[in-house]
């Protein structure tokens, strides 16, 4: 059985039901953004496996999806995103009800003092889709925990730091490599902060923190609609309005090879940066005893070199791409390299996003993201994260002895 709900449009206003614990959220909000109101409710909702807990049933397993437009699953529809998928993949495993409780939302931050991103608060807070710099990661933990009927979650899953690097700029043609390499060292080294946040509002979670991949490779094709050259366009026109000093530089253009070694080898070296950030913070909050904190790794190959990577056959564009391709609108009703939630995104963008390159972002913010392929490769991913010994531990249920 699956139940599906999604929250309502809301901000921090109190509650006659909760009084108390609206107001500690109320609170949360106001000192974390004073001048807007701030959601703190879950972006999605969903129940799989059975129905509510009854006394005589095993109890329901909660799982809590933090993140950015990676993990919230940008051009998906909800049950193909990862998390969905691992919910249903955790209640066929261990016969439990499951119920996931998703805070992500596209565009988020993993922390404030970051100074990428564009619109400060989804202008309409219920919809994940809409690109928004706020509530961080950071700050979606803190909702969680605060949250009236919080969930005391048996497993988290958490990713984030894409953004404040700045995906546009990892495929920026002129992007420096020093200095890609130093800002995804810094955000995704935040990542052990905020599992040790983690670690205080939740100690019995256990948690798989979830990576990137290289998002373009020597596989991408130079030509074409998959092209880098369409995508070096594209990523020019976005760091030109975000950078007007910059604006020149992006309308040079290099020959076509050159450009997309450029960005393969920056995409490359993103993957690598952040994973090894990820990675060690994830050693940093394991205690010796018991691991509790899992990396969850995409397949990896060994190339000539002896890179070891992703796929690069997975990259953008290339032969088995698990991304999606940055849409083309051809007509009021007609487009191609569309996503499954084009449509539905359109009259979104229109309504509530004014500025012309957050526009231009807004309508094309799928690509790169993990397609359908994609989503079933991060959802194994994590399953393979997750020990058995733990599938086990939860799948054993004692109902309690009604004489006692």
């Known amino acids: 059985m699956r139940i599906y709900r999604t929250a309502p449009t809301c901000a921090c206003y109190p509650s006659s039901k909760l009084l108390i614990g609206t107001l500690a959220l109320f609170l949360l909000c106001a000192g974390s953004q004073k001048t807007q109101g701030q959601t703190c409710l879950p972006t999605d909702t969903y129940l799989t496996g059975g129905t509510t807990t009854s006394k005589a049933g095993p109890p329901t397993l909660q799982i809590v999806a933090i993140g950015t437009s990676v993990m919230w699953g940008n051009g998906l529809r909800e049950k193909q995103t990862f998390r969905h998928q691992v919910a249903d993949w955790l209640a066929l495993q261990t016969g439990r009800p499951v119920e996931l409780t998703t805070f992500a939302h596209s565009g988020s931050l993993l922390v404030r003092e970051s100074a990428s991103g564009t619109i400060l608060q989804n202008p309409a807070l219920a919809i994940g889709d809409l690109n928004a710099s706020l509530p961080t990661v950071d700050e979606q933990i803190d909702c969680a925990a605060a949250t009236p009927n919080s969930p005391n979650p048996d497993l ?204 231009l972002v807004c309508d094309s913010n799928t690509a790169f993201h993990p397609n359908d392929t994609g989503a079933i490769a991060y959802a194994e991913a994590i399953e393979r994260a997750v020990p058995p010994g733990l599938i086990a531990e939860w799948r054993e249920f004692h109902p309690p002895d009604p004489f006692q």
């Open 156 to 359: 988290i899953l958490i990713e984030g730091c894409i953004n404040d690097v700045g995906a546009e700029d990892i495929v920026y043609p002129w992007t420096n490599s020093d200095e890609l390499e130093s800002k995804t060292i810094k955000w995704c080294g935040h990542m052990a902060g905020e599992l040790r946040k983690i670690k205080t509002a939740f100690p019995h979670a256990r948690v798989v923190v979830v990576g990137y991949y290289p998002l373009v490779s020597y596989e991408s094709p130079i030509f074409g609609w998959f092209g880098t050259r369409r995508l070096a366009k594209h990523s020019s026109k976005v760091h030109a309005a975000r950078h007007p000093a910059d604006r020149l530089q992006a309308k040079q253009q290099k020959p076509r090879h050159e450009e997309r070694g450029i960005i393969a080898d920056n995409s490359e070296n993103f993957y690598q940066d952040s994973k090894k950030a990820l990675i060690t913070s994830v050693a940093s909050v394991n205690e010796s005893t018991v691991a509790k904190y899992f990396y969850a790794n995409l397949p990896e190959v060994t190339e000539e070199d002896g890179t070891v990577t992703v796929d690069p056959r997975f990259a953008f564009g290339a032969s088995e791409q698990h991304q999606w391709s940055i849409p083309i609108r051809i007509l009021f009703f007609w487009a191609i390299l569309k996503d499954n939630k084009y449509w539905y995104r359109q009259p979104l963008c229109k309504k509530y996003v004014d500025n012309p390159i957050d526009r």
